[in-house]
């Protein structure tokens, strides 16, 4: 079952859904940090494969994983960076999406997912949110953030749902 929370005037920019699974939290939390595997946490083609698939888990704040992604309106292939920004194991992982500049510093774009866990009685309670409040005006306008709608956010916990075994 999910719940979707689409923003409102007197809170900050984001989309929030939550869905509780069979898996246990560790099984979902290896799952979330297993950068090889996030494709398999989206609902259409956007995320691909890690671009070092040798990378092994995220174990902490801090540390940066880099994804292929395809989007039309993007020109195609592009490689995003993203660094871990909140990391409690088998309850919270949470990272910003950015790309390197020509100095090797990485840039974000203002947005962030968020993987929150909670154990539920026969699995766990999985809530993701998109957070786009850091976002500046000019560029919500060049790229129409958010790009999706909560129906987005629950067609990924559905992913999830089916990449740990379950019925989507």
């Given at each position: 079952m999910t719940s979707p929370t689409a923003p409102t005037a007197d809170q900050e920019p984001r989309l929030v859904v939550s869905r509780t699974l069979d898996a246990a939290p560790e099984a979902v939390f290896s799952l979330l940090t297993d950068p090889?595997?996030?494709h398999r946490l989206e609902p259409t083609d956007w995320v691909g494969e890690a671009l070092d698939p040798q990378q092994g888990p995220i174990t902490a704040e801090g540390q940066v994983f880099g994804i292929r992604m395809f989007h039309v309106?993007?020109?195609?292939?592009?490689?995003?960076?993203?660094r871990v920004i909140?990391?409690?194991p088998q309850r919270t992982l949470a990272w910003e999406p950015g790309q390197y500049d020509d100095s090797g510093k990485?840039?974000?774009g203002?947005?962030?997912w968020r993987y929150d866990l909670e154990p539920a009685e026969g699995g766990t309670r999985v809530q993701i949110t998109y957070d786009w409040s850091e976002v500046p005006d000019a560029m919500r306008e060049q790229f129409g953030i958010p790009p999706f709608g909560p129906d987005y956010l629950e067609r990924s916990l559905a992913s999830l749902a089916e990449a740990l075994g379950e019925d989507a």
């Open positions: 090889a595997q996030h309106n993007a020109g195609g292939e592009y490689h995003m960076h993203n909140a990391y409690v990485l840039g974000t203002g947005w962030t």
